[in-house]
């Protein structure tokens, strides 16, 4: 077993099938992160092979997640390990008094990517992503700035988060898409039908983020915990009622096959992730080492095809999820 490596479409950039996601670096919705926790999560990445760092210019108040990967990167006893590491970072969302705010103006999109490569202590980053589209802003307008980022070389690939398909369709018509970058899970599927397809029509890769749904289908949360006040689980669907109880059903089931094929739930959840056709990576969010550690050994060994039908067994009897916002 070992990690696994796939390219980002047309870019010749590979990454690993399982990439580090620093949005818990920034501690702002995951209660106990430190600073001294999260560099050692990033040099711990160095040992799995996980050569991809996900991260974004709201990713804390004051872009704290890039901050300290900075750190991390330049703290190696042989120097930077800078060029080790594919970077990725977005622009387009920023904090607006403690709420979430988009804005895909060119200018703005500039000036978050140039503060981010500020931050990061680089002069590229591998990937730079929309992270989300400005109702107000055409999303042509703001393809045409990422593909002017990368033009000049601050990016080396462009990417988009968040959008459906006729969004891709208009900015791939302005700045080509390397990667697409969607929520998906066992338990939220809704990109099979349309954006998936496109993407491996138009040979993007697909970067999932929420593998394991804010660790619900990591087989770690028991059925009696009670999340802190500050933690934004308290208020999503899937966290709470009937649909808790379904989902802990679920994952007690997980927990028989993965113990069949001598893993952990959370490996067994990221493997059947990273091997869904079109799938070329997983964003798996770590605060301490050993959490990477885990979803790293999800690479490198694939589910039998009885073990692949006792899932899909397992997730016809859960049925189809309450995956509405948060309430």
Not at 16 to 23: D, E, K, Q
Not at 53 to 60: E, I, K, S
Not at 63 to 78: D, H, N, P, T, V
Not at 229 to 257: A, C, P
Request: one cysteine or more; proline letters at 5%; glycine letters at 10%.
């Amino acid at each position: 077993m070992g990690m696994e490596y796939r390219t980002l479409g047309d870019s010749g950039i590979e990454i690993s099938a399982v990439t580090l996601g620093c949005w818990p670096l920034a501690g702002m919705t995951s209660p106990g992160a430190t600073d001294e926790n999260g560099i050692a999560t990033i040099n711990e990445c160095f040992e799995l092979g996980v050569n991809h760092l996900d991260t974004a210019y709201m990713y804390g108040a004051e872009g704290e997640s890039e901050l300290l990967i900075a750190r991390a990167l330049k703290s190696g006893r042989k120097g930077s390990r800078r060029d080790e590491m594919v970077i990725a970072t977005k622009g387009g969302l920023h904090w607006e008094g403690g709420e979430r705010g988009p804005d895909g103006r060119p200018e703005t999109l500039r000036r978050e990517c140039e503060e981010s490569l500020r931050r990061l202590a680089t002069d590229r980053v591998e990937l730079y992503y929309l992270h989300a589209p400005d109702p107000k802003v055409p999303v042509a307008e703001s393809a045409g700035e990422l593909k002017r980022l990368l033009d000049e070389g601050k990016a080396r690939a462009i990417g988009v988060s968040n959008v459906g398909v006729a969004q891709l369709e208009a900015f791939n018509a302005e700045c080509p898409i390397t990667a697409y970058q969607p929520p998906y899970n066992m338990l939220q599927r809704e990109i099979e039908a349309d954006t998936l397809p496109w993407c491996r029509e138009h040979n993007v890769a697909v970067l999932v983020y929420w593998p394991l749904l804010k660790g619900l289908l990591a087989g770690s949360i028991t059925r009696d915990t009670v999340f802190a006040e500050t933690d934004s689980r308290r208020k999503y669907r899937m966290f709470l009622g009937q649909e808790w109880e379904k989902n802990h059903d679920l994952v007690d089931e997980l927990r028989s096959i993965a113990s069949e094929c001598g893993h952990t739930v959370a490996e067994l959840v990221v493997n059947w992730t990273i091997n869904r056709p079109g799938i070329s990576s997983a964003l798996c969010g770590a605060k301490r080492p050993e959490q990477i550690r885990e979803t790293a050994a999800a690479a490198g060994w694939k589910l039998s095809s009885r073990q692949l039908a006792k899932i899909d067994a397992a997730l016809e009897r859960r049925g189809k999820p309450d995956v509405e916002p948060p309430v």
